[in-house]
């Protein structure tokens, strides 16, 4: 059965300090792993995602996430961080492969709080 | 903008009631998503929807259903509500039956019971 734990449900940061949130992942089959953002009282917007392409998966306003089999991990960075990115980051499975229709299994979520 | 709609945007109903959110996919997808996001269970996938049949079904309750009409339009129903059905309902879409490509995600409904 495929799960994903975001290891810190809060995490804060100065303005223009980098950013770090923690993604493990445990899937049977060949994964596609997304991170997910949320502003306060909107809907989810994708930032990036991992289709088994490159490991190194780019996505928008400057976020990266790597993919790390050997520790099934998807860590989301930033060098540094914006008042902006002020929101909840949610990391997201979806099995590729195998009968569990591939739907998406949503992290519980990691608050990010940016200080000026 | 993801071009996903959903009305109404806040709903306040009493226990026992019955309501119906409303969601309009992206131009072109054929796939509608229903997730409730609450405080307890985080975000939880209901039901799929392609191209006007089920496709998969998630932790979604017997009191709930759903349907995708001819134009694409979605409906979810909530009858016999309870207090712990208060939370976020997000309707999503994308363009083909598979849900691991990406999902656009509507502003959602708030739903109340008192």
């Known amino acids: 059965a495929q799960s994903v734990t975001q290891l810190d449900s809060h995490v804060s940061v100065s303005e223009g300090t980098p950013v770090l949130l923690r993604c493990n992942y445990s899937?049977?089959?060949?994964?596609?792993l997304f991170w997910y953002v949320q502003h306060p009282n909107k809907g989810l917007q994708l930032l990036l995602k991992?289709?088994?392409?490159?490991?190194l998966v780019k996505g928008i306003n400057g976020f990266e996430a790597e993919f790390k089999k050997s520790e099934t991990s998807f860590h989301l960075t930033k060098p540094s961080a914006h008042m902006s990115d002020a929101a909840e980051y949610f990391c997201?499975?979806?099995?590729?492969?195998?009968?569990?229709?591939?739907?998406?299994?949503f992290g519980k979520g990691t608050k990010l709080s940016v200080k000026p | 903008d993801s071009g996903v709609t959903q009305t109404p945007k806040h709903l306040i109903t009493a226990t026992g009631q019955r309501v119906t959110l409303r969601c309009s996919p992206r131009?072109?997808?054929?796939?509608v998503y229903w997730y409730q996001q609450s405080l307890d269970q985080g975000l939880q996938f209901l039901i799929q929807?392609?191209?006007?049949?089920?496709?998969a079904k998630g932790n979604i309750l017997e009191r709930f259903s759903a349907q995708q009409f001819p134009d694409l339009h979605s409906e979810l129903n909530l009858s016999s509500l309870e207090l712990g059905d208060s939370a976020l309902y997000f309707c999503?879409?994308?363009?083909?039956?598979?849900?691991?490509?990406?999902?656009?995600f509507g502003p959602g409904t708030r739903l109340t019971v008192l």
């Open positions: 999503a879409s994308s363009p083909t039956g598979t849900p691991y490509n990406e999902q656009f």
């Open positions: 899937s049977s089959y060949s994964p596609s």
């Open positions: 991992y289709t088994s392409a490159a490991t």
């Open positions: 997201v499975v979806s099995d590729r492969d195998g009968g569990s229709q591939g739907n998406l299994i």
């Open positions: 131009s072109g997808d054929l796939s």
């Open positions: 929807y392609y191209n006007g049949e089920e496709r």
